[in-house]
Nanobody, 114 residues
Framework: QVQLVESGGGLVQPGGSLRLSCVASINIFSFNLMGWYRQAPGKQRELVATITGGGRTNVADSVKGRFTISRENAKKTVTLQMNSLTPEDTALYYC????????WGQGTQVTVSS
């Protein structure tokens, strides 16, 4: 059983920043894709950003230029730096790890509101 533990969510004003972190309970390797997804109320879960072991990233157009994904395999961690947040970024953010299947964290709430 793999556990992914997210942290760093919270309430922030528009224009503010948050940093989300996710720690895996197992060793992660360069061939494991990791990423962040989000789900807003009444909407489907959507991809935010993914990163390969080699550092290649795939970032959603809606957050490109504002969000940055990174990972440290030795620390079993993937991080999402979120800047210039808007109310449209409000959602439950999930960490994802791909092995022979998808593993998901429990989610961390991000609320952008004045």
């Amino acid at each position: 059983q793999v556990q992914l533990v997210e942290s760093g969510g919270g309430l922030v004003q528009p224009g503010g920043s948050l940093r989300l972190s996710c720690v895996a309970s197992i060793n992660i390797f360069s061939f494991n894709l990791m990423g962040w997804y989000r789900q807003a109320p009444g909407k489907q879960r959507e991809l935010v950003a993914t990163i390969t072991g080699g550092g290649r990233t795939n970032v959603a157009d809606s957050v490109k230029g504002r969000f940055t994904i990174s990972r440290e395999n030795a620390k079993k961690t993937v991080t999402l730096q979120m800047n210039s947040l808007t109310p449209e970024d409000t959602a439950l953010y999930y960490c994802n790890l791909k092995t022979t299947r998808d593993w998901w964290g429990q989610g961390t709430q991000v609320t952008v509101s004045s």
